[in-house]
């Protein structure tokens, strides 16, 4: 899709405004699925928290991938949205075991992440199908907020205490069908991801009715010109190799799955806000759009650089700007960027705002969230309405205080 489609969109739709291209979400798709064309039984699972409009999910589930949930409300959209629940994965993160139980009674996929739980669940339910999320240890993130597979990281079950999980599983004699790694976002170094396999095949060897093995995402996608990106066909190529060695060694043909987020649906996104105020100060011009971290927070929370395309004057000469947000708190999109030169009125858009944008959002300031709108065939469908002042009110109890005098 183009400047001019997301311009008439911004114009038939109103800004603040978020943009899917359906096409780009596809050929990411299948440009994974080509890559690990060589591995017999491959499964994307789709990690939800990323974007998870229900039209957003139906499309997925039409191309053929399965979920990944971190929550059970998440597994109740994806149940809503159509999916089997045996192609729902509930990965959760120090969730209490009442809501693992309750997610797998609706026939979903549990993957558990620590012993106590593990245990609990094992010693209850012994014939339930169970994964169980590694912890290899291995700092692959690109940024500490993100890297999740490090000695002091939260998630996983340290492979370290590798020992005491096979005797839980042993003395429950639970039945354990998966092993699942999930290293952290941004995979730069192919080496370092193969590393990382290495230690879940060697886990996995300590069981013995696994049906799959669950290499979690982290895929880096490129967020500004030139930006790298994790290699996708080369890991297709190294990994595939491997994997199947491994499932030659372990006697079976296991499923191998990925459950990428940010990958599918990061570059299909844009962001289109309107410029109300273009503020000239001694030493920097600011552009002040009408929005702010209520509606897109990565710049703020993870210092990411979103590029920003002033598709009203795309021609224009390029300058210097401070894109900010109309917060009132400090909320810079972008510091000193060079952008088309930028009227009061312009529409800017900002791209790779397919992932963890949207489903971040808030209304802090009492702002409406933006509407949605897929592009679809050459066609703008809304996914989601701008919010209403009603929206700011459901819920909300008005104190009923008898008077007493
Ligand atoms: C967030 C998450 C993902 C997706 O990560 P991306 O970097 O968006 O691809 C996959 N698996 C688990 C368990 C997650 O928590």
């Not at 629940?85 to 139980?101: A, C, K, M």
């Not at 920003?308 to 795309?314: R, V, W």
Request: overall charge negative.
């Amino acid at each position: 899709m183009q400047g001019k489609d997301l311009l008439q969109l911004a114009d038939q739709f109103g800004t603040p405004l978020y943009v899917y291209d359906a096409e780009k979400i596809q050929s990411q798709f299948n440009r994974l699925i080509k890559a690990f064309s060589k591995v017999e039984k491959l499964r994307v699972n789709y990690a939800m928290k990323a974007l998870s409009n229900v039209s957003i999910l139906q499309l997925m589930k039409d191309m053929g991938a399965g979920l990944d949930t971190v929550s059970i409300q998440e597994v109740l959209l994806g149940l809503h949205a159509g999916f089997e629940p045996e192609r729902i994965f509930y990965t959760p993160n120090g969730v209490s075991l009442e809501e693992i139980e309750e997610v797998y009674a609706l026939g979903v996929q549990i993957n558990i992440d620590n012993l106590s739980i593990l245990e609990q669940f094992g010693t209850k339910h012994p014939s339930v199908p169970v994964c169980i999320r590694i912890n290899p240890h291995v700092m692959a993130g690109g940024n500490t907020n993100i890297s999740v597979g490090h000695i002091d990281s939260k998630f996983g079950i340290s492979i370290h205490q590798l020992p005491h999980l096979v005797r839980i599983v042993e003395n429950t004699k639970m039945n354990i069908v998966g092993i699942h790694m999930h290293t952290g976002s941004d995979i730069l170094d192919i080496e370092v991801f193969l590393y990382a396999a290495e230690i879940l095949f060697d886990a996995a060897k300590n069981f013995k009715n696994l049906e799959f093995l669950d290499f979690g995402s982290g895929f880096k996608v490129p967020y500004k010109k030139d930006d790298i990106e994790t290699d996708i066909e080369e890991l297709g190529k190294k990994l595939s190799k491997r994997f199947n060695a491994f499932c030659t060694e372990y006697g079976k043909d296991l499923t191998l799955i990925f459950e990428p987020g940010k990958f599918l649906v990061s570059q299909a996104g844009f962001f289109l806000t309107k410029v109300n105020v273009v503020k000239q100060t001694t030493s920097t011009v600011f552009a002040g759009v009408d929005s702010g971290f209520n509606h897109l927070i990565r710049p703020m929370l993870y210092g990411s650089q979103h590029h920003i395309e002033n598709i009203s004057n795309p021609k224009g000469k390029e300058r210097f700007y401070s894109v900010v947000g109309y917060i009132c708190e400090t909320d810079t999109f972008a510091n000193n960027r060079r952008i088309a030169e930028i009227k009061e009125g312009d529409i800017l858009s900002f791209h790779n705002a397919g992932a963890y944008c949207f489903s971040m959002s808030s209304n802090y300031n009492s702002r409406f969230k933006p509407a949605e709108v897929l592009w679809l065939n050459g066609k703008g469908h809304l996914i989601r309405a701008h919010e209403k002042f009603e929206d700011l009110l459901q819920n909300q109890i008005p104190l009923q205080i008898e008077a007493t005098v």
